[in-house]
């Protein structure tokens, strides 16, 4: 069987809506990559602060130490994730775990406690946000969150928006760009796992797919919201490439036949369908192949 596209880039966002981590190889955990979506920034009433209500997350930059993608990797007392932003010294979080629990925590339906990372961090993001902030941690120990089970029943995530995995090709990019006035960068879209080598938009209908030894379901496209719009450089937002991609990628576009929900697509979600508690190996990395084992004929079958 011949490959369908490569692996060419992957993404881990260790807080959830600030600035990505281009990484060559990440270590695969049922809830997606190894420190993908494990913290939060929140408010006085424990929601989640995203990039629709606090664009300057955008600017937010994350460093985590490089041994910190390798396999087995366990943190010591000295390793610590670095957090800049503009205007501010950086701000250093243990990576270890800390002992505090904030309770009433919820992200979209899921609420639940998580671990408190001080009044240091609270102060740093309250003082860059202008609002109330507390940084946390996800606890697995006591906390699991489920996907929806329409799309994907068993699987679990941390903080991501819904799912544990996000797919994109950069042929869908390149098809994307050549009809914008502005050509935007893969940061608007924050994938997890860029491929190259198919077709733009192939990936709406990959079912099932295998990445070098690994078996992911393509279990439902993804629905844009605002945050495409906001250039992750200056944390501005503008019309585009919403605006285009309401012209192509709707599901009046996609999806004539089906119940019309006002929304677009770009990307696909997926979820690791192999047991990734046990054993060794369970890493991606740049250049692996993705096989398509599986697929529906058009966008207007996925599941959406």
Do not use: H
Request: net charge positive.
């Amino acid at each position: 069987m011949e490959a369908a596209a490569k692996v060419t880039s992957i993404f881990v966002y260790p807080i959830k809506s600030c600035r990505g981590i281009s990484v060559s190889q990440a270590p695969l955990t049922p809830t997606g990559f190894r420190w993908d979506r494990q913290w939060m920034v929140i408010n006085n009433k424990g929601r989640a602060y995203t990039q629709r209500n606090e664009p300057k997350l955008a600017l937010v930059q994350i460093e985590l130490p490089n041994e910190a993608f390798l396999e087995g990797w366990e943190p010591t007392g000295s390793s610590y994730m670095v957090i800049r932003a503009p205007g501010l010294q950086a701000l250093k979080i243990p990576m270890s775990k800390p002992r505090d629990i904030a309770d009433g925590v919820s992200v979209w339906e899921w609420s639940g406690s998580a671990l408190d990372e001080g009044a240091e961090a609270s102060n740093w993001f309250t003082n860059y946000l202008g609002k109330s902030s507390r940084l946390v941690r996800y606890n697995a120990e006591s906390e699991t969150r489920p996907v929806d089970p329409e799309y994907a029943a068993g699987q679990i995530t941390m903080f991501s928006d819904g799912y544990p995995f996000m797919l994109l090709s950069q042929g869908s990019l390149d098809a994307l760009n050549k009809l914008l006035k502005e050509p935007v960068p893969i940061n608007r879209f924050r994938p997890n796992i860029l491929v190259d080598g198919c077709e733009p938009f192939s990936e709406d209908t990959w079912t099932e797919v295998r990445i070098n030894k690994f078996t992911f379901q393509g279990v439902k496209l993804c629905s844009r919201c605002k945050i495409p719009t906001i250039n992750q450089d200056t944390g501005d937002a503008g019309p585009e490439p919403n605006e285009t991609l309401k012209q192509i990628r709707s599901d009046k576009v996609l999806r004539p036949g089906r119940k019309q929900r006002g929304k677009i697509y770009f990307g696909q979600n997926m979820v690791c369908k192999d047991n990734l508690t046990e054993g060794n190996g369970k890493v991606l990395k740049l250049g692996d192949p993705a096989f398509v084992l599986k697929k529906v004929t058009s966008a207007a079958e996925a599941a959406a």
